[in-house]
């Protein structure tokens, strides 16, 4: 099992930039994948930015420039640093995890809010 904690999020004017963390219960080098999610009110939950333990990044388009996902190995934490915010930024992020093996593990954090308002 991997517990993962999220946190960082809050409220930030448009323009404005957080950092989000999360903090994986093991060592993230026996972490296969880890991302970021997130899901607005009324709408699927979707891929913002992922890491792979070969350091392989891939960003959803819409914050391609703006947003940025790095780890920490010594924390076993990763983040996503969000600038020039904006309201279409507005959701719920959530951590992912994906363990490969001879199937795929797949572990969610609890979410943080992050809004995006003046």
């Known amino acids: 099992q991997v517990q993962l904690v999220e946190s960082g999020g809050g409220l930030v004017q448009p323009g404005g930039s957080l950092t989000l963390s999360c903090a994986a219960s093991i060592s993230i080098f026996s972490i296969d994948s880890m991302g970021w999610y997130r899901q607005a009110p009324g709408k699927q939950r979707e891929l913002v930015a992922t890491r792979t333990s070969g350091g392989s990044t891939t960003y959803t388009n819409s914050v391609k420039g703006r947003f940025t996902i790095s780890r920490d190995n010594a924390k076993n934490t990763v983040y996503l640093q969000m600038n020039s915010l904006n309201a279409e930024d507005t959701a719920v992020y959530y951590c992912?995890?994906?363990?490969?093996?001879?199937?795929?593990?797949?572990?969610w954090g609890q979410g943080t809010q992050v809004t995006v308002s003046s």
């Open positions: 992912r995890a994906d363990r490969y093996s001879s199937a795929v593990s797949t572990y």
